[in-house]
């Protein structure tokens, strides 16, 4: 369907949109953020994010830090997994099949694309290996392909877990294998049909009993109905064996990537929000997933504030509305967490990195950057840290979109960048 008047006439006033400042200082973010009032327009504000290569530039990390690219010519690096003997897995893929909707879905999908890779997923698995240890990874080859827009990655009981779009999936592993032994194995089917929202996040329980799988919704808010929305907006939990399955945890809109955190064998997630209420809503989030709790969508926001837009209301779900543990900022896309180790340093050596995929709908670009939020006593605390940057640099111009963030048991964050196909590698100097 083509809507060319409304096209032309709108993607030409977005595409002439004038550059902003970075549009952090407008971001409420933290364990008590205040939020803003509401703002209703016909389109969001949207901003390209103009790629261009990297050239010889690289991200900007920290003084006292280095920063190498270790895998290069990918296809959409998504997330990354450190498996026991320092290989790295690569999940690489597009996923998605939404129908449009609306002209304005027509003209934020030509937006967004923009600012994506051209090329084409890969749908596989890719294994690096640095065999001697001396940070060059001179092993790239195909660990498993034929994949389904592979996501998710968790290792346990001897065997890789993939969550695909449409399914979560095992392959047996042998230490120090480079090609899968066999066609994976389904565990159990996962919520496909539309695939608004197809990333499909995974962590495993310490004891490597049940699988967590992040679901996302099938549309901003409700526009499609109820009905499609039955099993998603959340996690479930999964038997490893035999893949029984139940809701762990509702009302998450779309939770990106999930970890557990070492001490306390706790679920965490960064979820991404609701969009078209203004530039400074809703905050993505960081948060603790409690078993049986209730996040909002999409009925509210941020514990009780409510969202007229989904119908019929439900007073009841608002009251019990479970209130996230740390707000990111509105828009910054955080699709990768985890946790860090002391190895990485004494100021990042307690508090999770999350990888900021960058907004595509305000009219001052936020994300695009890896950040640190600080831990105390188990729990978030302070202001968030720029760790990598430069990814949108000040010239207005993107030449990379972090996605996964992985650290490596030996002192090294890995972040997968699906803009410019390209896996980095952040380490200590010594």
Known sequence: MRYPGALTALSMALLLSACGADGDETQARGPDPKMPEVQHTLLPSMKIAEPVAWGEQKPTVPEGYSVTAIATDLKIPRQTLVLPNGDILVAEGRGGSAAKLKPKDVIASYIKAKGNTQVKGGNRLTLLRDADGDGTYETKTVFAENLNAPYGLAFANGKVYVANQDALVRFDYVEGQTQAGG????????????????????????????????????????????????????????????????????????????????????????????????????????????????????????????????????????????????????????????????????????????????????????????????????????????????????????????????????????????????????????
């Open 183 to 430: 066609p994976p194995v389904k565990i159990t089917d996962l919520p496909a049909e539309i695939n608004h929202h197809w990333t499909k996040a995974l962590a495993v329980s310490p004891d490597g009993r049940f699988l967590y799988v992040g679901i996302g919704s099938n549309s901003n808010i409700t526009e499609r109905g109820m009905e499609v929305e039955i099993d998603r907006a959340m996690v479930w939990q999964i038997d490893a064996e035999t893949g029984a399955h139940k809701p762990y945890a509702t009302g998450l809109r779309n939770p990106t990537a999930l970890t557990i955190q070492p001490d306390s064998g706790q679920l965490w997630a960064v979820v991404n929000e609701r969009d078209e209420l203004g530039p400074d809503l809703v905050p993505d989030y960081l948060t603790s997933v409690r078993e049986g709790s209730f996040y909002g969508w999409p009925y509210s926001y941020w514990g009780q504030n409510v969202d007229p837009r989904a119908q019929p209301q439900k007073p009841e779900k608002v009251a019990a509305a479970v209130k996230p543990d740390y707000s990111l900022g509105s828009h910054v896309a955080a699709l990768g967490v985890d946790f860090s180790i002391p190895e990485m340093g004494e100021k990042f050596a307690d508090g999770v990195f999350v990888g900021e995929h960058g907004s595509w709908n305000r009219p001052d670009p936020v994300g695009y950057k890896v950040i640190f939020v600080p831990f105390s006593n188990g729990r978030p605390a302070g202001e968030p840290v720029d760790f990598a940057t430069g990814f949108r640099g000040t010239d207005g111009k993107t030449r990379g979109r972090p996605v996964g963030v992985t650290v490596d048991p030996r002192g090294a964050l890995i972040i997968a960048d699906d803009l410019a196909n390209t896996v980095w590698r952040v380490t200590r100097n010594q």
